[in-house]
């Protein structure tokens, strides 16, 4: 099975400042795809960001960019402009493209954001 | 659109009891997704429902089942629960469970085993 490592189990940045969470990941496979989620105190997940392996161009979404690096089984999360409402739990998770709807998850990087 | 809901919001259980939890996807969602997240496992997929049919299923033990409906809704049941089913469970759903949508993950149950 695939594996998917967070190797920050904690960030911290201060509001308005840059921050780049880790995520490394385990495969074979040369199609699949790549996710960011976010889970705030509420609980309920948010998609951040996904990546498709073909692509060789890095996702951004708004102050939301990847930096994915597929050789070296990279896909690392930036957030710029840091706010507080970004402070959550942050998981990257994985997807194949050929065994369908399942998603590896990593164990999570807890992000703070300092006013 | 109203999003994901899964219910009841919090569980209390007793060793050896069984427990149903419901989700109900976005309406037109055809495929739903069963996740465990613990704070030592993390989060891990249980199974994949789509059109009433298990398609997909994570490692965990027979005592872990699910069912959809028609309507696209989904129960997930527990029996002979253990300590360590404690844990928040995590239903998402998505059109068809291809790979080019994004799944929607309900506020979870939290289910707790005394």
């Known amino acids: 099975a695939q594996t998917v490592t967070q190797s920050q189990p904690e960030m911290s940045v201060q509001e308005a400042e840059t921050v780049t969470l880790s995520c490394t990941y385990d495969t074979s496979e040369s199609d699949y795809y790549l996710f960011w989620y976010k889970q705030p105190p509420s609980r309920q997940m948010i998609l951040v960001i996904r990546?498709?392996?073909?692509?060789?161009q890095n996702a951004t979404e708004n102050r939301f960019s990847v930096n994915f690096q597929k050789a070296a089984k990279s896909f690392s999360l930036k957030i710029s402009d840091s706010q507080l409402g970004d402070a959550a739990m942050y998981f990257c998770?994985?997807?194949?493209?050929?065994?369908?709807?399942?998603?590896?998850f990593g164990t999570g990087t807890s992000l703070t954001v300092i006013p | 659109k109203a999003g994901v809901t899964q219910t009841p919001r919090y569980l209390i259980k007793t060793r050896g009891q069984q427990v149903t939890l419901s989700c109900s996807p976005i309406s037109g969602h055809r495929s739903v997704s069963w996740y465990q997240q613990t704070p030592g496992q993390g989060l891990q997929f249980l199974f994949e429902?789509?059109?009433?049919?298990?398609?997909n299923k994570g490692n965990f033990p027979g005592r872990f089942s699910g069912r959809q409906f028609s309507n696209s809704r989904s129960e997930m049941n527990v029996s002979t629960l253990e300590l360590g089913d404690s844990a928040l469970y995590l239903c998402?759903?998505?059109?068809?469970?291809?790979?080019?949508?994004?799944?929607?993950f309900g506020p979870g149950t939290r289910l707790l085993v005394l």
């Open positions: 429902y789509f059109s009433e049919t298990q398609r």
């Open positions: 998770a994985y997807r194949s493209a050929y065994t369908g709807n399942q998603f590896y």
């Open positions: 990546q498709e392996a073909y692509k060789q």
């Open positions: 998402a759903s998505s059109l068809q469970g291809a790979d080019v949508e994004t799944q929607y």
